[in-house]
């Protein structure tokens, strides 16, 4: 009976700690993309403007501009 009490303690704990490195890796996982991601949007717009992306980028810009005009007024 003391055998299987503490393999049910065994496999709980097991999955506790499986939960919890689930929990880790998610939280990890988020805040190295935030970073990456408030890194990548500045230097993506420079790298469109120094390779002649400004044409490209003055449409979305106005496509943008629009669609916040819009959600103001509605």
Do not use: D, N, Q
């Not at 990890?28 to 790298?47: D, E, H, R």
């Not at 003055?58 to 007024?73: E, F």
């Amino acid at each position: 009976m003391f055998e299987i009490i503490v393999s049910l303690l065994a496999v709980w704990l097991l999955i506790k700690a499986i939960c919890l490195a689930a929990k880790l890796t998610w939280g990890t996982a988020k805040v190295i993309a935030t970073v990456l991601l408030s890194l990548a949007i500045p230097l993506f717009i420079l790298c469109l403007v120094f390779v002649g992306g400004a044409f490209l980028l003055l449409p979305i810009v106005m496509l943008a501009g629009a669609w916040g005009l819009m959600k103001a007024c509605g």
